[in-house]
Structure formats: C-alpha cells, structure tokens
C-alpha cells in the first residue's frame, strides 16, 4: 500500500496546482487548457523452468501492472504530471507493491541567456550513458523486485532545480524521505536463502529515512564529446545488511513447530514459533562523485561511468572508499543489408577495485550485447546481451524481444539466464532462478 507521506505529498501536489492555476482563471484566461490520461495495462506471467532452493517458491508466478499517467498544463505553461504504479504477483506478496512514479508540479521561465525549471514532489532523475549498469544514476532507488537487472527506479521526493544556458546545463536537487530498496518475500524466487526483513531498517543517520539529501550535476557538449559531472551527499540507496538470529519468522511467513508440554502440564502439544534468521537492511551516510562522458563520432559511441564513493559498506560490512567504473562503446550498422533494420553491437567492461569484497555483480566483468531494430510499422526491437566474470566461471545471459501487436496492444518476451555461479559467490542462491517472461500491454 502507499505511504502516507507520499500520499499526503500527492494532495498537496493536486491542491498546490489548483492555488497556483486559480489567477490564470480568474483574469479571464481559460485555466488548464491541456489535460491528458494515457498510460498501460498489463498482464505478465513470469516461469522458472528449474526448480526452486526454499520451500514456498514456486516455479510460476502471474499478476498485473496499472501504470496511468495524468497530464495538466495551464497556458502559463504550468504543469501537473503524476504517475502511479501498481503491481500484483500472484506468487510473492512482496512483489505486489505501490509506487508513486511521479507526481510533479513543474514550472518553468527565462533568466538571463538561459531558461530554469522547478520541480515540486515526486520524480525520477536519470543519469549515465552506458547499456550494462547505471553506475552514476544513484539519486532515485531501485525497485529491485521489478527486475534483476537493477534498472527500474522508485520515485523519490525531491525539489529539482535546472538551468540550462550556452555554457550548459546546472542540476540542483534537495530530497528527504529516504526510500527503501524492496527485496523478494519468502514466496519469491531471485532472492538469497535469509530472507530481507524490510520492517527492520536501520539508518546511521539519527534522523532516519528523512535525514536531507543534496545531489548536483553539470553537463556540456563540446563538439563531439558530451560529459557531465555530479556530486552525491546523504543516505546511501544501496544497503548493507545485518544478521538477526533470533528475530522470528519473516512478516507474511510465520514459521511453527509442534512443541510438547512439559512435565506436569497437561493438554494436546502445540505450536511453537521457531526462530528464523534474518537480514535487515542498513543505510549509512555515504558521499560519490560520478563522471560519465560519451564521444560520438558517426556511428561509433565510446562511453564511460565512474564513481568514487566513500561511507559505503563493503561485502564484509566494513566501510571503505572505492573507485568504479564502466568502459566501452557501441557501433551501429544502419540500413543493415539494404533494409530498414540497424543492428547496434555493445561492448563495455566493468570494475570495481573492491574486487570479491564488492557488494554487486559488477567486481571484473564484460558485458556484450547486440541490438536488432527492424524499424518496421510494428516497432519490432531484440536485445541478446551476456555479462560474463572475468576472475570466475559465471555468465549471465539476457533476451528481450518487443514488438507492437496493434495500435495499442505490445507484447513483451523476456528471459534471464543464470550460469556457473561459484559456490562462495555473493550470488549462489540465485543458481536456480533463471527465468522467462512474457507481458501484453494495453496503452490508453
């Protein structure tokens, strides 16, 4: 269900815009003049043909996505866009969820040679250029139980500040209200075999989940090189973990045994509740500063993401700075054999010098992909893409295929597979999670 505070920042959105569009009404002009509700719906079933690790996973799991979008703009150019988002999962009760996307109020005008904008509420903020792994986009968190691939991002509370001029564009945003990373239920496949106890958070922050957060970014072009420069300070989006022992069965999966009466107590046996361990997550203060840059020259692309943050938790739990980063590039073949199709082949190495004591997939691996657009009336678009570890054995292999099937119907097909994950890597309980995915898409 919503939080409360987002809810609440929802109406006040809906008011404020009401209050600020009243004196365009009231001299005579029309008001909101352009109003539009768009969005999709649809049904998607996930399947893992192997079977599962824990008792309570599945091998199938179906449900829905509503993802509406409302539009108002009033004829000072002043706008109101919301966007939530819902999902129910027929198998893990953590995957059904609610999100407020987005639910802005933007305002925009001239200063100087340049033009600012402001946004109030909720939003999501995208940086980065590279394919693999969104290194530098750290402002917004990520809804990890959409997606293993960490790329679909929460909204976030925030005031958005943008300049932009000749010399560049200037980003500035003040956020509160920290938003916690969501992880697979008990129910759940790709999760590990303790489960993440969300109800348990934990921040170093003596202000919690509302300590202020700041964030900057500066970007230009100059002739073919496009850069940008950011800066991070506040609670961190990724967490590290703890370990409760005794914390009791995880919410949603009470776990019993039947207990025998002692001596002296009459009566049937009954159910006893067993400890169960369990995760829970820990957000520290950390601080990063991000570079990413691409040059485009023709059809070839070279791209980099790095990053240096310090306050962040290693894989041991001990704080540590380190340096990451992204290298690579991406080559198109236009009007592939005399046709409308263009085929883009990626490649890009990643790195992080934690090396084993890094908290993701990421440590020395090589991501390669290719990219088949037909360019056709249907808008039909295929990905085949492989991460492999270059320290280790372990590959992970993706397909993703997209095609309009009518006007306002799409079909999206999906697979994930996971290989050779060694025994002592970060990520061996999701040897059996490798799955195929398959959604249809309604747009209105």
């Known amino acids: 269900m919503p939080s409360r505070a987002l809810v609440r920042l929802l109406w006040f959105g809906v008011c404020l815009l009401g209050v600020a569009m009243r004196p365009a009404a009231s001299s005579g002009q029309a008001g909101i003049y352009d109003i539009d509700l768009s969005g999709r719906l649809a049904a998607e079933s996930r399947w893992f043909p192997r079977t599962a690790l824990f008792q309570g996973q599945g091998s199938h799991a179906s449900g829905f996505v509503v993802e509406p979008n409302l539009y108002l703009e009033d004829e000072a150019g002043r706008i109101l866009n919301v966007t939530p988002y819902f999902r129910y999962d027929s198998a893990d009760d953590r995957r059904t969820h609610f ?18 904008e402001l946004r109030l509420g909720v939003d999501r ?29 929460m909204g976030q509370p925030m005031a958005y500040v943008t300049w932009s001029s000749d010399w560049g564009v200037v980003e500035l945003l003040g956020m509160s209200y920290h938003r916690k990373r969501t992880f697979p239920g008990s129910d759940g496949r790709l999760r590990a075999s303790v489960v993440v106890d969300n109800d348990r958070v934990e921040y170093e922050s003596e202000s919690g989940k509302w300590h202020p957060d700041f964030a900057a970014r500066y970007s230009h072009t100059l002739g073919l ?15 590290s973990f703890g370990l409760c022992l005794d914390c009791g069965s995880p919410p949603g999966s ?14 049937p046996p009954v159910p006893v509740p067993v400890p169960v361990p369990v995760l829970y997550p820990v957000y520290h203060q950390i601080r990063q500063f991000g570079l990413d840059a691409q040059w485009t020259t ?21 704080e540590e700075t380190f340096n990451a980063f992204v290298l690579g590039g991406e080559y198109t073949f236009f009007s592939l054999w005399n046709t409308d199709a263009d085929l883009t082949l990626f490649a890009e190495w990643n790195r992080d010098e934690r090396g084993r004591r890094a908290t993701n997939f990421y440590e020395n691996d090589l991501f390669a992909a290719l990219r088949l657009m037909l360019n056709d009336v249907q808008g039909t678009e295929m990905t085949v893409s492989v991460l492999h570890d270059l320290d280790k054995r372990q590959r992970i292999y993706g397909f993703e295929l997209a095609r309009r ?16 994950i060694d025994r002592d890597d970060l990520y061996y309980d999701l040897r059996q999670d490798s799955f195929v995915q398959l959604g249809i898409n309604y747009h209105f």
């Open 254 to 267: 009470p776990v019993t045994v039947t207990g025998t009466p002692g001596p002296g107590s009459p009566g």
């Open 225 to 239: 090189l496009d850069f940008g420069a950011s800066v991070f300070d506040g609670t961190a989006r990724e967490p």
């Open 405 to 420: 099937l009518s006007d306002v119907v799409s079909l999206d097909l999906g697979a994930v597979a996971i290989t050779n």
């Open 99 to 116: 999100d407020l996307r987005e639910a802005y109020l933007l305002f925009s005008g001239a200063l100087g040679n340049g033009e600012w």
């Open 298 to 318: 023709g059809s070839l692309l070279l791209k980099m993401e790095a990053i240096r943050r310090s306050g962040a938790r290693n894989l041991a739990g001990v």
């Open 125 to 153: 903020v995208f940086w980065g250029v590279v394919e693999s792994r969104h290194l530098v986009d750290i402002v917004n968190q990520i809804d990890l139980v959409e997606h293993p691939d960490e790329k679909t991002r």
